[in-house]
C-alpha cells in the first residue's frame, strides 16, 4: 500500500532540481515537485498550494478541504494504532 501525505508548499528551495520545502504536519521535507508542474502550473506556482507527498516527491495537488481530511484520518488512525500497541502491551488486544 503507497500512502501519500499532505503536505503545503511553503517555498521552491532549487528551481533548476525543481525542488520544494513542504510543511507536512509542522515537519518541513524538501521534495521533488516534478510530477505536479507542467507549463500550465510553473514551479513558482507551487507556493501555498497543498500536494500528496509521497517518498519525496510531491504526486499530486489537492485543495485545502481534502488535506484537512486526509490529515484528520491520518490523526486518527494513529490514536487507534497507539491504543492498540497499550492493548496489546497490556494483553487485552488481539496477538
Known amino acids: 500500500m ?17 525542488l520544494a520545502m513542504v510543511d507536512v504536519s509542522g515537519v518541513r ?5 516534478e510530477c505536479v508542474v ?3 502550473f510553473p ?6 498550494h497543498w500536494v500528496l507527498v509521497h ?3 510531491a504526486m499530486s495537488l489537492i485543495n485545502e478541504d481534502e488535506a484537512a ?8 488512525l494513529g490514536e487507534v494504532q497507539a491504543e492498540l500497541a497499550a492493548m496489546q ?4 488486544g488481539p496477538d
Open 2 to 18: 503507497c500512502l501519500g501525505i499532505p503536505g503545503q508548499v511553503i517555498e521552491i528551495t532549487n528551481a533548476e532540481q525543481q
Open 29 to 33: 521535507r524538501e521534495v521533488s515537485m
Open 38 to 40: 507542467d507549463e500550465y
Open 43 to 48: 514551479l513558482q506556482a507551487c507556493v501555498g
Open 55 to 57: 517518498v519525496g516527491f
Open 69 to 76: 481530511a486526509t490529515l484528520k484520518i491520518l490523526r486518527e
Open 89 to 92: 502491551e497490556s494483553g487485552a
